[in-house]
């Protein structure tokens, strides 16, 4: 019989198969605690639905010395609600809290009461929770993509949006009720840069939560993810083509499962050709959700760490984009925060490079794409982001691209690292 493979591709990582991520976990049970809330944010890929998933787990709670019973755990997603709107948002608590007391015939009577009654309100569910206060219990909602609700639509403007998350906060920290409910929200970005302008004469609609980013991984958290391969030496190897990043290292841990209990070995050719293949969707995500200037940044990067892949080469000169990067360190940052770059300090200077050497890759590829029509397309773009010299080098890089693909290190030195650390002839334990 096959050992069932641990790693997950396209969909949450399972609890019981849930690793790292102990101090935001612990975070977040604190919170829960004290009947707090929490802003858990991150790119695309970061492990935010699975994060939520290991919270709702009753084995979570364990480890964590609570109590799951004494809690009504709701979680759903703001991307299940289209269009958004806000009385759609309660209405949804409300049914889900709905299902998880049945049996409770007077609150189940009461909730369906709110529900026929049609569009509820935060009220409504202030009414719940006094109810849930009286059973010694307390509501704790684990929201996923509350960015969907920082989005304005036909039926949903900036006046509604303002409404809605005064309204939030207003349950959560101005009201009596609110002792008795935790929030935990996801979503892509920090919710001060997302959202409604701020009122200079109010406070802050985001300022009841406590903000944690999830991050790659690292070293012990990769070690922890890989261990059922039981490969010495893999981490380096693992880390050099996944940059920790959740969803690459889910999906390399599964191409390397797949072929260590079917094959004894892997088979290089097929390991690489499989992951530059599952990945390509997830690169594509992130390239489109970075703004020009930060593509720009990332080509730039890409280019020169090129460079120096060719070696004493002499191809093309691209010096000179520190300079650049070091006028730029904002959308660096940002990149940073969804996980795409990395940085290093040298003589009190920030390096920066590609987290995972397989996004590298992927933007050259994008580059071998353009043509002149998208250079010419661009030109504001550059001149916004360098001198007119440092974009003739630019563009007289990518021209180089575009002839001499022949000269790019070939696809297996991109994975070298790993295909030495995998052993020949393994076979995976079945326990």
Request: proline content about 4%.
């Amino acid at each position: 019989m096959l050992q069932q493979n641990p790693f997950i591709i396209g969909k949450p990582v399972r609890p019981e198969h849930f690793a790292g991520r102990a101090s935001e976990i612990a975070a977040a049970f604190d919170q829960i605690y004290n009947r707090s809330h929490l802003a858990i944010w991150g790119g695309p890929g970061m492990g935010k639905t699975s994060f939520l998933q290991k919270l709702e787990s009753s084995q979570a709670w364990e480890e964590h010395g609570m109590d799951s019973s004494q809690a009504v755990i709701v979680r759903f997603s703001c991307e299940n609600i289209t269009p958004f709107t806000p009385s759609d948002f309660w209405q949804e608590i409300l049914t889900l809290v709905k299902e998880k007391v049945a049996g409770q015939s007077a609150l189940e009577a009461e909730i369906n009461t709110i529900l026929q009654a049609g569009k509820p309100t935060k009220d409504s569910l202030r009414q719940i929770l006094r109810k849930l206060k009286v059973q010694d219990k307390y509501l704790v909602l684990l929201i996923d993509d509350f960015h969907v609700a920082l989005n304005t639509t036909q039926e949903y403007d900036e006046d509604a949006m303002q409404k809605f998350l005064s309204e939030c906060r207003n349950l959560a920290v101005h009201s009596a009720e609110g002792q008795h409910m935790s929030m935990i929200v996801t979503s892509l970005k920090r919710l001060n840069e997302l959202g409604p302008k701020l009122n200079p004469n109010a406070s802050p609609w985001y300022n009841h939560y406590l903000f944690l980013r999830l991050k790659t991984f690292n070293n012990t958290e990769i070690d922890d993810i890989f261990k059922s391969l039981r490969i010495p030496d893999l981490r380096e190897a693992i880390k050099e083509i996944t940059g920790g990043h959740p969803s690459l290292l889910q999906i390399s841990g599964f191409l390397l499962h797949r072929d260590l209990i079917t094959a004894n070995a892997p088979n290089a050719d097929k390991f690489v050709s499989d992951f530059e293949s599952v990945t390509q969707q997830i690169f594509q995500n992130i390239w489109e959700r970075c703004s020009e200037v930060e593509q720009t940044l990332l080509m730039l990067m890409a280019l020169s760490s090129l460079k120096g892949r060719l070696h004493k080469q002499k191809q093309f000169d691209v010096s000179g984009i520190e300079l650049i990067f070091s006028q730029r360190e904002a959308e660096l940052i940002k990149l940073e925060e969804q996980g795409v770059v990395t940085h290093t300090v040298h003589e009190e200077k920030n390096i920066y490079s590609f987290t995972s050497s397989t996004m590298e890759r992927w933007v050259i590829q994008q580059l071998w794409q353009t043509d002149e029509k998208w250079l010419q397309a661009r030109e504001k773009v550059f001149l916004n982001l360098m001198s007119r010299q440092q974009m003739d080098k630019f563009i007289t890089a990518v021209k180089w691209l575009w002839k001499n693909k022949d000269k790019i290190p070939q696809i297996m030195e991109w994975f070298g690292k790993l295909m030495a650390a995998l052993p020949k002839g393994l076979i995976l334990p079945s326990n």
